[in-house]
Protein backbone atom coordinates (compact mmCIF):
# COMPACT_ATOMS: atom_id res chain seq x y z
CA UNK A 1 0.00 0.00 0.00
CA UNK A 2 0.84 3.71 -0.77
CA UNK A 3 2.31 5.04 2.74
CA UNK A 4 -0.59 6.45 4.80
CA UNK A 5 -2.54 9.78 3.57
CA UNK A 6 -1.46 12.21 6.02
CA UNK A 7 -0.72 15.58 5.08
CA UNK A 8 1.17 17.86 7.84
CA UNK A 9 -0.73 20.29 9.77
CA UNK A 10 0.71 22.98 12.10
CA UNK A 11 -0.30 21.97 15.68
CA UNK A 12 -3.02 24.70 16.20
CA UNK A 13 -5.16 22.70 12.65
CA UNK A 14 -4.19 19.11 14.37
CA UNK A 15 -6.31 20.22 17.14
CA UNK A 16 -8.97 21.80 15.08
CA UNK A 17 -8.92 19.43 11.80
CA UNK A 18 -8.55 22.87 9.85
CA UNK A 19 -9.43 22.20 6.09
CA UNK A 20 -8.65 25.36 4.78
CA UNK A 21 -6.33 26.14 1.51
CA UNK A 22 -6.40 25.39 -1.96
CA UNK A 23 -6.25 21.42 -2.71
CA UNK A 24 -4.70 19.75 -6.15
CA UNK A 25 -6.06 16.82 -7.21
CA UNK A 26 -2.67 14.91 -7.13
CA UNK A 27 -3.32 15.45 -2.74
CA UNK A 28 -6.92 13.88 -2.99
CA UNK A 29 -7.62 10.32 -2.86
CA UNK A 30 -9.61 8.35 -5.89
CA UNK A 31 -12.83 8.69 -4.08
CA UNK A 32 -11.89 12.33 -3.69
CA UNK A 33 -11.37 12.55 -0.18
CA UNK A 34 -8.61 15.09 1.40
CA UNK A 35 -6.38 13.45 3.70
CA UNK A 36 -6.37 16.63 5.32
CA UNK A 37 -10.36 16.76 6.52
CA UNK A 38 -9.68 13.53 9.11
CA UNK A 39 -6.08 14.45 10.35
CA UNK A 40 -7.32 15.33 13.57
CA UNK A 41 -8.18 14.69 17.61
CA UNK A 42 -11.66 12.86 19.19
CA UNK A 43 -11.33 12.88 22.78
CA UNK A 44 -7.97 13.15 22.84
CA UNK A 45 -7.06 10.52 20.60
CA UNK A 46 -5.50 11.09 17.04
CA UNK A 47 -7.75 10.61 13.72
CA UNK A 48 -6.71 9.68 9.96
CA UNK A 49 -7.23 8.26 6.78
CA UNK A 50 -5.89 5.37 5.53
CA UNK A 51 -5.94 4.32 1.70
CA UNK A 52 -5.79 0.74 0.73
CA UNK A 53 -5.16 -0.18 -3.82
CA UNK A 54 -4.80 -2.90 -5.50
CA UNK A 55 -3.49 -3.85 -8.70
CA UNK A 56 -6.92 -3.51 -10.26
CA UNK A 57 -6.94 0.51 -9.04
CA UNK A 58 -9.65 -0.95 -6.31
CA UNK A 59 -9.22 1.79 -3.94
CA UNK A 60 -10.83 1.32 -0.05
CA UNK A 61 -10.49 4.66 2.24
CA UNK A 62 -11.06 3.81 5.97
CA UNK A 63 -10.68 6.60 9.05
CA UNK A 64 -9.65 4.91 12.14
CA UNK A 65 -11.79 7.17 13.59
CA UNK A 66 -15.06 4.32 14.49
CA UNK A 67 -12.86 1.59 12.62
CA UNK A 68 -15.44 3.05 9.29
CA UNK A 69 -15.16 2.41 5.58
CA UNK A 70 -15.48 5.72 4.09
CA UNK A 71 -15.34 4.90 0.78
CA UNK A 72 -14.96 2.33 -1.63
CA UNK A 73 -14.14 2.72 -5.52
CA UNK A 74 -14.56 -0.13 -7.77
CA UNK A 75 -15.44 -0.55 -11.48
CA UNK A 76 -18.65 -0.77 -13.21
CA UNK A 77 -19.43 -2.90 -16.23
CA UNK A 78 -17.58 -0.26 -18.59
CA UNK A 79 -14.60 0.07 -15.85
CA UNK A 80 -16.20 3.55 -14.87
CA UNK A 81 -14.94 3.84 -10.98
CA UNK A 82 -17.46 4.35 -8.84
CA UNK A 83 -17.95 4.95 -5.33
CA UNK A 84 -20.35 2.31 -3.89
CA UNK A 85 -20.76 3.36 -0.22
CA UNK A 86 -22.01 5.99 2.17
CA UNK A 87 -20.61 8.72 4.13
CA UNK A 88 -18.53 12.11 5.32
CA UNK A 89 -16.06 13.82 4.07
CA UNK A 90 -14.49 14.68 6.96
CA UNK A 91 -14.11 13.76 10.66
CA UNK A 92 -16.29 16.87 11.72
CA UNK A 93 -19.21 15.81 10.11
CA UNK A 94 -18.79 11.72 11.51
CA UNK A 95 -18.62 14.00 14.64
CA UNK A 96 -21.43 16.37 14.19
CA UNK A 97 -23.94 13.35 12.40
CA UNK A 98 -23.92 10.62 14.34
CA UNK A 99 -24.28 7.67 12.08
CA UNK A 100 -23.16 3.87 11.53
CA UNK A 101 -21.81 4.52 8.31
CA UNK A 102 -19.32 2.64 7.40
CA UNK A 103 -18.26 1.51 11.35
CA UNK A 104 -16.88 -1.10 12.70
CA UNK A 105 -19.40 -1.79 15.53
CA UNK A 106 -19.16 -3.40 19.20
CA UNK A 107 -18.96 -4.45 21.48
CA UNK A 108 -22.65 -5.91 20.60
CA UNK A 109 -23.96 -5.34 17.13
CA UNK A 110 -28.18 -5.03 16.50
CA UNK A 111 -30.28 -5.17 19.45
CA UNK A 112 -30.61 -6.16 23.06
CA UNK A 113 -33.82 -6.22 24.57
CA UNK A 114 -33.65 -3.31 27.42
CA UNK A 115 -31.05 -3.19 27.28
CA UNK A 116 -30.52 -6.26 29.95
CA UNK A 117 -28.92 -9.64 29.94
CA UNK A 118 -28.24 -12.33 32.52
CA UNK A 119 -24.15 -13.71 32.56
CA UNK A 120 -22.82 -16.60 34.99
CA UNK A 121 -25.96 -15.20 37.29
CA UNK A 122 -24.93 -11.43 36.52
CA UNK A 123 -27.62 -9.13 35.53
CA UNK A 124 -26.04 -6.27 33.55
CA UNK A 125 -27.79 -3.02 32.33
CA UNK A 126 -26.77 -1.57 29.19
CA UNK A 127 -27.78 1.58 27.76
CA UNK A 128 -31.29 2.16 26.39
CA UNK A 129 -30.41 4.40 22.87
CA UNK A 130 -33.35 2.61 20.55
CA UNK A 131 -36.91 2.05 21.18
CA UNK A 132 -36.06 1.18 24.69
CA UNK A 133 -33.39 -1.16 23.74
CA UNK A 134 -29.56 -1.28 23.54
CA UNK A 135 -28.74 -1.28 19.60
CA UNK A 136 -24.98 -1.45 18.71
CA UNK A 137 -23.00 -1.50 21.82
CA UNK A 138 -25.09 1.78 22.86
CA UNK A 139 -24.80 5.60 22.25
CA UNK A 140 -21.04 5.56 22.71
CA UNK A 141 -20.44 1.78 21.21
CA UNK A 142 -17.22 1.20 19.15
CA UNK A 143 -18.37 3.76 16.15
CA UNK A 144 -17.60 6.53 18.05
CA UNK A 145 -14.18 5.27 19.27
CA UNK A 146 -11.00 6.06 18.29
CA UNK A 147 -9.08 3.07 17.17
CA UNK A 148 -5.24 2.53 16.71
CA UNK A 149 -4.70 2.13 12.54
CA UNK A 150 -1.29 0.48 11.67
CA UNK A 151 -0.72 0.36 7.83
CA UNK A 152 0.31 -3.37 6.84
CA UNK A 153 0.97 -2.91 3.78
CA UNK A 154 -0.47 -1.33 0.22
CA UNK A 155 -3.18 -3.48 0.63
CA UNK A 156 -3.86 -4.50 4.75
CA UNK A 157 -4.78 -2.13 7.28
CA UNK A 158 -4.68 -3.89 10.94
CA UNK A 159 -7.50 -1.70 13.66
CA UNK A 160 -7.17 -2.20 18.03
CA UNK A 161 -9.22 -1.18 20.36
CA UNK A 162 -8.88 -1.65 23.89
CA UNK A 163 -12.32 -1.55 25.78
CA UNK A 164 -12.74 -1.03 29.28
CA UNK A 165 -14.33 -3.17 31.60
CA UNK A 166 -17.94 -2.17 32.19
CA UNK A 167 -17.64 0.29 29.56
CA UNK A 168 -21.13 1.04 28.09
CA UNK A 169 -22.69 -1.60 30.78
CA UNK A 170 -20.47 -4.53 29.22
CA UNK A 171 -17.90 -6.85 31.76
CA UNK A 172 -14.54 -7.76 30.88
CA UNK A 173 -11.36 -5.55 29.34
CA UNK A 174 -11.52 -6.34 25.95
CA UNK A 175 -9.03 -6.36 23.41
CA UNK A 176 -10.09 -6.49 19.96
CA UNK A 177 -8.71 -6.36 16.83
CA UNK A 178 -10.18 -5.37 13.05
CA UNK A 179 -7.69 -6.29 10.46
CA UNK A 180 -9.16 -4.75 6.71
CA UNK A 181 -7.29 -6.62 3.37
CA UNK A 182 -7.86 -5.28 0.16
CA UNK A 183 -7.38 -8.31 -2.31
CA UNK A 184 -6.75 -8.22 -5.82
CA UNK A 185 -9.76 -9.98 -6.74
CA UNK A 186 -11.17 -7.03 -5.56
CA UNK A 187 -12.24 -8.46 -2.28
CA UNK A 188 -12.51 -6.71 1.30
CA UNK A 189 -11.76 -9.24 4.08
CA UNK A 190 -12.84 -8.72 7.45
CA UNK A 191 -10.96 -10.19 10.17
CA UNK A 192 -12.62 -9.79 13.51
CA UNK A 193 -10.50 -10.88 16.77
CA UNK A 194 -10.77 -10.32 20.55
CA UNK A 195 -10.08 -11.39 23.91
CA UNK A 196 -11.32 -10.81 27.35
CA UNK A 197 -10.33 -10.88 30.93
CA UNK A 198 -14.02 -11.32 32.45
CA UNK A 199 -16.61 -13.52 30.76
CA UNK A 200 -18.53 -11.17 28.43
CA UNK A 201 -20.35 -11.29 25.07
CA UNK A 202 -19.44 -9.90 21.75
CA UNK A 203 -21.22 -9.22 18.26
CA UNK A 204 -18.81 -7.88 16.11
CA UNK A 205 -19.83 -6.72 12.66
CA UNK A 206 -19.21 -3.73 9.47
CA UNK A 207 -21.67 -1.13 8.80
CA UNK A 208 -21.00 0.08 5.66
CA UNK A 209 -24.25 1.46 3.41
CA UNK A 210 -23.85 0.05 -0.02
CA UNK A 211 -25.66 1.66 -3.01
CA UNK A 212 -24.03 0.24 -6.06
CA UNK A 213 -25.70 2.78 -8.31
CA UNK A 214 -22.55 5.25 -7.02
CA UNK A 215 -25.52 7.81 -6.93
CA UNK A 216 -27.07 8.14 -3.27
CA UNK A 217 -29.39 10.39 -4.51
CA UNK A 218 -31.21 7.20 -5.68
CA UNK A 219 -32.87 4.94 -4.19
CA UNK A 220 -32.41 0.99 -3.96
CA UNK A 221 -35.67 -0.13 -5.64
CA UNK A 222 -34.21 -1.93 -8.69
CA UNK A 223 -31.54 -3.75 -6.89
CA UNK A 224 -31.37 -7.36 -6.90
CA UNK A 225 -31.15 -8.95 -3.51
CA UNK A 226 -30.03 -12.64 -2.71
CA UNK A 227 -29.87 -14.25 0.93
CA UNK A 228 -28.89 -17.45 1.00
CA UNK A 229 -31.82 -18.40 3.92
CA UNK A 230 -34.82 -20.83 4.42
CA UNK A 231 -35.71 -18.40 7.23
CA UNK A 232 -35.75 -15.08 9.68
CA UNK A 233 -36.20 -13.66 12.88
CA UNK A 234 -39.38 -11.61 13.08
CA UNK A 235 -39.56 -8.06 14.86
CA UNK A 236 -42.71 -6.61 17.16
CA UNK A 237 -42.70 -3.13 16.67
CA UNK A 238 -39.91 -1.61 18.30
CA UNK A 239 -37.70 -3.71 16.38
CA UNK A 240 -36.99 -6.24 18.93
CA UNK A 241 -36.86 -10.19 17.60
CA UNK A 242 -39.85 -12.07 18.95
CA UNK A 243 -37.69 -15.66 19.60
CA UNK A 244 -39.38 -16.84 16.45
CA UNK A 245 -37.35 -18.63 13.76
CA UNK A 246 -40.14 -18.54 10.86
CA UNK A 247 -39.84 -19.91 7.04
CA UNK A 248 -39.76 -16.89 4.17
CA UNK A 249 -41.36 -19.68 2.12
CA UNK A 250 -44.32 -17.56 0.76
CA UNK A 251 -43.84 -14.11 2.37
CA UNK A 252 -41.91 -10.96 1.07
CA UNK A 253 -38.85 -11.68 2.64
CA UNK A 254 -38.45 -14.75 0.47
CA UNK A 255 -34.77 -13.26 -1.70
CA UNK A 256 -33.71 -16.94 -2.00
CA UNK A 257 -33.64 -15.87 -5.60
CA UNK A 258 -31.93 -12.37 -7.03
CA UNK A 259 -35.23 -10.18 -6.56
CA UNK A 260 -36.07 -6.70 -7.06
CA UNK A 261 -36.06 -5.08 -3.56
CA UNK A 262 -38.59 -3.04 -4.95
CA UNK A 263 -41.52 -5.48 -5.26
CA UNK A 264 -41.10 -6.78 -2.09
CA UNK A 265 -40.52 -4.28 0.32
CA UNK A 266 -43.92 -1.46 0.35
CA UNK A 267 -46.27 -5.08 0.16
CA UNK A 268 -48.93 -4.93 2.92
CA UNK A 269 -47.17 -7.63 5.44
CA UNK A 270 -46.71 -7.40 9.04
CA UNK A 271 -43.09 -7.87 9.57
CA UNK A 272 -42.78 -5.13 6.62
CA UNK A 273 -44.90 -2.49 8.61
CA UNK A 274 -42.87 -3.49 11.98
CA UNK A 275 -39.78 -3.35 10.51
CA UNK A 276 -40.50 -0.12 8.63
CA UNK A 277 -39.69 -1.99 5.47
CA UNK A 278 -36.14 -4.67 5.90
CA UNK A 279 -34.60 -4.56 8.59
CA UNK A 280 -34.31 -8.22 9.42
CA UNK A 281 -32.12 -10.83 10.61
CA UNK A 282 -32.08 -14.38 7.95
CA UNK A 283 -31.03 -17.49 9.65
CA UNK A 284 -28.14 -18.14 6.89
CA UNK A 285 -28.12 -21.81 5.09
CA UNK A 286 -24.36 -21.56 4.86
CA UNK A 287 -24.04 -23.08 8.67
CA UNK A 288 -20.48 -21.05 8.88
CA UNK A 289 -18.98 -22.11 5.41
CA UNK A 290 -17.02 -19.03 4.46
CA UNK A 291 -17.15 -20.77 1.11
CA UNK A 292 -20.65 -20.22 0.31
CA UNK A 293 -22.31 -16.86 -0.64
CA UNK A 294 -24.46 -16.16 1.61
CA UNK A 295 -26.38 -12.66 0.16
CA UNK A 296 -25.67 -11.22 -2.99
CA UNK A 297 -26.69 -7.48 -3.72
CA UNK A 298 -26.52 -6.15 -7.60
CA UNK A 299 -27.41 -3.40 -9.61
CA UNK A 300 -28.66 -3.56 -13.19
CA UNK A 301 -27.93 -0.21 -13.86
CA UNK A 302 -24.12 -0.30 -13.14
CA UNK A 303 -23.78 -4.35 -13.82
CA UNK A 304 -21.82 -3.97 -9.76
CA UNK A 305 -22.38 -7.08 -7.74
CA UNK A 306 -21.41 -7.51 -3.99
CA UNK A 307 -21.06 -10.76 -2.78
CA UNK A 308 -21.01 -11.82 0.93
CA UNK A 309 -19.54 -14.31 2.63
CA UNK A 310 -19.47 -15.11 6.64
CA UNK A 311 -18.68 -17.61 8.91
CA UNK A 312 -21.15 -16.27 11.10
CA UNK A 313 -24.90 -17.83 11.40
CA UNK A 314 -27.13 -14.35 10.33
CA UNK A 315 -27.17 -11.57 8.53
CA UNK A 316 -29.14 -8.70 9.17
CA UNK A 317 -30.10 -6.61 5.84
CA UNK A 318 -31.21 -2.90 6.26
CA UNK A 319 -32.62 -0.79 3.43
CA UNK A 320 -31.82 2.67 4.50
CA UNK A 321 -35.21 3.30 5.66
CA UNK A 322 -35.02 5.56 8.08
CA UNK A 323 -32.80 7.94 5.76
CA UNK A 324 -34.79 11.11 4.64
CA UNK A 325 -32.76 13.18 2.76
CA UNK A 326 -32.17 16.15 5.53
CA UNK A 327 -28.56 14.27 6.03
CA UNK A 328 -25.90 15.32 2.98
CA UNK A 329 -22.51 12.96 2.45
CA UNK A 330 -19.71 13.46 0.39
CA UNK A 331 -19.86 15.57 -2.36
CA UNK A 332 -22.49 17.49 -0.55
CA UNK A 333 -24.98 14.94 -1.95
CA UNK A 334 -28.74 14.18 0.00
CA UNK A 335 -29.14 11.08 1.13
CA UNK A 336 -32.55 10.22 0.06
CA UNK A 337 -35.18 7.36 1.00
CA UNK A 338 -33.64 4.03 0.85
CA UNK A 339 -30.72 5.11 -0.82
CA UNK A 340 -28.87 2.19 0.36
CA UNK A 341 -28.07 -1.73 1.66
CA UNK A 342 -26.60 -2.78 4.82
CA UNK A 343 -25.50 -6.54 4.76
CA UNK A 344 -24.48 -6.90 8.64
CA UNK A 345 -23.06 -10.67 9.05
CA UNK A 346 -23.45 -11.41 12.67
CA UNK A 347 -25.19 -13.11 15.10
CA UNK A 348 -29.03 -13.15 15.75
CA UNK A 349 -30.17 -9.86 17.35
CA UNK A 350 -30.41 -10.41 21.45
CA UNK A 351 -28.45 -13.76 21.26
CA UNK A 352 -27.45 -12.95 24.95
CA UNK A 353 -31.66 -13.61 26.16
CA UNK A 354 -32.14 -16.73 23.89
CA UNK A 355 -29.82 -19.41 24.98
CA UNK A 356 -30.92 -21.70 22.22
CA UNK A 357 -29.83 -19.51 19.80
CA UNK A 358 -26.00 -19.37 18.41
CA UNK A 359 -23.84 -18.20 21.73
CA UNK A 360 -22.40 -14.54 21.76
CA UNK A 361 -20.32 -15.68 25.05
CA UNK A 362 -16.54 -15.23 25.39
CA UNK A 363 -14.74 -16.45 28.51
CA UNK A 364 -11.14 -15.47 29.48
CA UNK A 365 -8.73 -17.40 27.61
CA UNK A 366 -11.11 -17.94 24.70
CA UNK A 367 -10.78 -15.77 21.24
CA UNK A 368 -13.35 -14.32 19.77
CA UNK A 369 -13.28 -14.69 15.73
CA UNK A 370 -15.14 -13.65 13.29
CA UNK A 371 -14.63 -13.46 9.09
CA UNK A 372 -16.72 -11.72 6.53
CA UNK A 373 -15.66 -10.79 3.21
CA UNK A 374 -17.19 -8.30 0.68
CA UNK A 375 -16.62 -9.26 -2.91
CA UNK A 376 -17.24 -7.19 -5.67
CA UNK A 377 -17.62 -7.64 -9.69
CA UNK A 378 -19.37 -7.01 -12.48
CA UNK A 379 -21.40 -8.56 -15.19
CA UNK A 380 -20.72 -8.06 -19.08
Known sequence: M????????????????CTGGQKTASTLTESGLNPENFNTEVNGAQTQLFVL????????????????IVSVMVPDRDGVLRDVV?????????????????????????R???????LDGIEYQLPRNNYGHCLHGGPKGFQYVVYT????????????YQAKDMEEGFPGNLACTVTMKLTDDNAI???????????????????SYFNLDGNPAQNNADYLLTVNADSYTPVDSTFMTTGEIVPVEGTPMDFRKPTAIGLQI???????????????????????????????????????????????????????????GTLSGKKEIQYNFRASVCLETQKYPDTPNKPEWPS?????????????????STDK
Open 189 to 207: DLNYEAETDKPTIINMTNH
Open 360 to 376: CVLRPGEKYTSHTIFRF
Open 86 to 110: LGFDSIQDYVKYPSDFGASIGRYAN
Open 2 to 17: KKILIVSLVASALLTG
Open 53 to 68: KNKNNMEVCVTNFGGR
Open 266 to 324: DQNFEQLRNGHGIDHNWVLNTQGDINQICASLKSPKTGIKLDVYTDEPGIQVYCGNFLD
Open 149 to 160: GTQISDQELKLT
Open 112 to 118: INQGKFT
